[in-house]
């Protein structure tokens, strides 16, 4: 079983036939010069149960080739290629590439288009994470962005979460017995939702290829602040001001922005607690300068919300006494970048 075979002397993968295309070879391939390119064997196209088009061996063969991948991990990587290639990549399944200095790695798929090169892994069988990590590291020592689909079960979806970093987009991939679909996770909708995505495969391959699958710590992103607001009066001089309650970090893109992370005022990091000290903000939104304030309640200075007309501290204790979900005022959307000190963690999500 393999996705390649020659057809009268030229190297034809199965996944750039189309469905029509594919029909039309299987009726008329005894009258073609065919055959496998591991040996001199007729090759026959044939298309599996989960769907996968591809070419065995005729029966009387005696080539021992044998890719020994299962049928589920075939039709995996045939979907991908099968995009790919649909969508101008340049596509080759069980790539040998070299490393600058010389030694070489095999990638399940590997593609190029223009100057991007990027490797797709499927990781049916077990593999220690010691092992992707060095084989990561080949790939970004070769200038190409490699993504990792790791076989686990619906349960055990969350345990891509302890590898994840923006070098190792790696992913959790399983086999509905039921429906023969296949189904990818390990990326979050957005922060409010505690579950991961369980995203028919090829979709979610799709959505990370568009760019609609993003880390939420990738460097040099815009990204998007919005800061919600309760109204108090002042402990102090008893007039109206806001406090800042939570300061949300967002993902802009098409479709709008997925919540990424909530910070309280005190771990706000120095750049952005400079944006949000603005003037403009302040006249704006009524709320105080945010700074360091000593409390007597703690016996230490932290950053702290307070009065927008007598500066007083509105404490965080206070405030969170107060804390009002349904009054809760928010304000526009306010383009960041996140910085070395930003407290957020980074996470894949899926932008819905
Ligand atoms: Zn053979
Ligand atoms: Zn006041």
């Given at each position: 079983?393999?996705?390649?075979?020659?057809?009268?002397?030229?190297?034809?993968?199965?996944?750039?036939?189309?469905?029509?295309?594919?029909?039309?070879?299987?009726?008329k391939y005894?009258?073609?010069?065919?055959h496998?390119?591991c040996?001199?064997?007729?090759?026959?196209p044939?298309?599996?149960?989960?769907?996968?088009?591809?070419?065995?061996?005729h029966?009387?063969?005696?080539?021992?080739?044998?890719?020994?991948e299962?049928?589920?991990?075939?039709?995996?990587?045939?979907l991908?290629?099968?995009?790919l290639?649909?969508?101008?990549?340049?596509?080759?399944?069980?790539?040998?590439?070299?490393?600058?200095?010389?030694?070489?790695?095999?990638?399940?798929?590997?593609?190029?288009?223009?100057?991007?090169?990027?490797?797709?892994?499927?990781q049916?069988?077990?593999?220690?994470?010691?092992?992707?990590?060095?084989?990561?590291?080949?790939?970004?020592?070769s200038?190409?962005?490699?993504?990792?689909?790791?076989?686990?079960?619906?349960?055990?979806?969350?345990?891509?979460l302890?590898?994840?970093?923006?070098d190792l987009?790696?992913?959790?991939?399983?086999?509905?017995?039921?429906?023969?679909?296949?189904?990818?996770?390990?990326?979050?909708?957005?922060?409010?939702?505690?579950d991961?995505?369980?995203?028919?495969?090829?979709?979610?391959?799709?959505?990370?290829?568009?760019g609609?699958?993003?880390?939420?710590?990738?460097?040099?992103?815009?990204?998007?602040?919005?800061?919600?607001?309760?109204?108090?009066q002042?402990?102090?001089?008893k007039?109206?001001?806001?406090?800042?309650?939570?300061?949300?970090?967002?993902?802009?893109?098409?479709?709008?922005?997925?919540?990424i992370?909530?910070?309280?005022?005190?771990?706000?990091?120095?750049?952005?607690?400079?944006?949000?000290?603005?003037?403009?903000?302040?006249?704006?939104?009524?709320?105080?300068?945010?700074?360091?304030?000593?409390?007597?309640?703690?016996?230490?200075?932290?950053?702290?919300n307070?009065?927008?007309?007598?500066?007083?501290?509105?404490?965080?204790?206070?405030?969170?006494?107060?804390r009002?979900?349904?009054?809760?005022?928010?304000?526009?959307?306010?383009d960041?970048?996140i910085?070395?000190?930003?407290?957020?963690?980074g996470l894949?999500?899926?932008?819905?």
């Amino acid at each position: 079983m393999g996705f390649l075979s020659i057809i009268e002397n030229k190297e034809i993968y199965s996944f750039m036939l189309n469905d029509e295309q594919w029909d039309r070879l299987k009726d008329k391939y005894k009258n073609l010069s065919m055959h496998m390119p591991c040996c001199q064997t007729r090759a026959i196209p044939k298309k599996s149960k989960l769907g996968t088009q591809y070419f065995a061996h005729h029966p009387s063969s005696s080539c021992g080739f044998s890719s020994g991948e299962s049928r589920e991990h075939q039709f995996c990587k045939y979907l991908i290629l099968k995009y790919l290639h649909e969508n101008g990549w340049n596509v080759t399944p069980e790539f040998r590439g070299q490393m600058p200095l010389g030694e070489t790695w095999i990638a399940d798929i590997y593609a190029q288009k223009n100057n991007a090169k990027i490797v797709i892994e499927i990781q049916w069988s077990p593999q220690s994470i010691e092992e992707t990590k060095r084989r990561q590291e080949k790939y970004i020592a070769s200038g190409i962005r490699a993504v990792w689909f790791m076989r686990t079960t619906q349960k055990n979806k969350w345990d891509v979460l302890d590898y994840q970093s923006y070098d190792l987009p790696i992913f959790s991939i399983w086999l509905n017995k039921k429906n023969y679909q296949l189904i990818a996770s390990g990326a979050f909708h957005n922060w409010d939702n505690a579950d991961l995505v369980e995203i028919e495969f090829i979709d979610f391959f799709k959505a990370l290829m568009t760019g609609s699958v993003q880390y939420s710590l990738k460097p040099h992103a815009r990204r998007s602040l919005q800061v919600a607001m309760n109204t108090i009066q002042c402990w102090k001089c008893k007039k109206p001001t806001n406090t800042i309650m939570e300061i949300n970090y967002f993902i802009p893109h098409a479709k709008g922005f997925t919540k990424i992370y909530r910070l309280d005022v005190e771990d706000l990091s120095h750049t952005h607690n400079e944006i949000l000290n603005q003037p403009s903000l302040l006249q704006l939104y009524q709320y105080g300068v945010i700074k360091k304030r000593f409390s007597k309640t703690r016996g230490e200075a932290y950053l702290s919300n307070g009065c927008y007309h007598c500066d007083a501290l509105q404490g965080a204790f206070f405030s969170h006494h107060e804390r009002n979900a349904e009054n809760m005022k928010y304000s526009h959307f306010i383009d960041v970048h996140i910085d070395y000190d930003t407290q957020i963690d980074g996470l894949w999500f899926y932008l819905d």
